[in-house]
T-cell receptor
Framework: DAKTTQPPSMDCAEGRAANLPCNHSTISGNEYVYWYRQIHSQGPQYIIHGLKNNETNEMASLIITEDRKSSTLILPHATLRDTAVYYCIVRVYNFNKFYFGSGTKLNVKP | KAGVTQTPRYLIKTRGQQVTLSCSPISGHRSVSWYQQTPGQGLQFLFEYFSETQRNKGNFPGRFSGRQFSNSRSEMNVSTLELGDSALYLC?????????????FGPGTRLTVL
């Protein structure tokens, strides 16, 4: 399974967009990109996922590069409650087996 | 709809003992996965059960085992506990296969081994 690389931490001002990058250069054609976040040792929370097209939902947008080797999670208007560890995961279709990696600790500051 | 529930939420054991953790998935979900989270190793996949069968397995020793019942509830067992087994154990459920079925995580069971 492909692995992911994320920066260990990022800061973002409250109300601004948070752009979290992820590198998955060895991703295969049948692997999806998933984003989860974990707030203060609670269970991880699903955010969004995609294969090759950009995706948007009520929480965030996911931008996947054309070669699929990297992606960016965008939180359009970060709030203090978005402070969490964000995990970028690649997942093989039909397999419920996630490799979480180290994640990015997003610090949203007032 | 109720979320994934895990019991107990906190547990303290001593080395050499065994422990059983329980997970009740979201109603209708047939897949249950288990993860171990430690500060040093992060979130690591243990195994997945689907329709009472272990379908995927991570790289953990045989002391870690699990099972799933006909109602999709799952249990995880760790025998001969070691200090390094102290961790947050997370359970996740999903409807079934497919990339469109995201995993929903429970709050976890915090296990401390003394």
């Amino acid at each position: 399974d492909a692995k992911t690389t994320q920066p260990p931490s990022m800061d973002c001002a409250e109300g601004r967009a948070a752009n979290l990058p992820c590198n998955h250069s060895t991703i295969s054609g049948n692997e999806y990109v998933y984003w989860y976040r974990q707030i203060h040792s609670q269970g991880p929370q699903y955010i969004i996922h995609g294969l090759k097209n950009n995706e948007t939902n009520e929480m965030a947008s996911l931008i996947i590069t054309e070669d699929r080797k990297s992606s960016t999670l965008i939180l359009p208007h970060a709030t203090l409650r978005d402070t969490a560890v964000y995990y970028c995961i690649v997942r093989v279709y039909n397999f419920n087996k996630f490799y979480f990696g180290s994640g990015t600790k997003l610090n949203v500051k007032p | 709809k109720a979320g994934v529930t895990q019991t107990p939420r906190y547990l303290i054991k001593t080395r050499g003992q065994q422990v059983t953790l329980s997970c009740s998935p979201i109603s209708g979900h047939r897949s249950v996965s288990w993860y171990q989270q430690t500060p040093g190793q992060g979130l690591q996949f243990l195994f997945e059960y689907f329709s009472e069968t272990q379908r995927n397995k991570g790289n953990f020793p045989g002391r870690f085992s699990g099972r799933q019942f006909s109602n999709s509830r799952s249990e995880m067992n760790v025998s001969t506990l070691e200090l390094g087994d102290s961790a947050l154990y997370l359970c996740a459920s999903s409807l079934a296969d497919g990339a469109y079925n995201e995993q929903f995580f429970g709050p976890g069971t915090r296990l401390t081994v003394l």
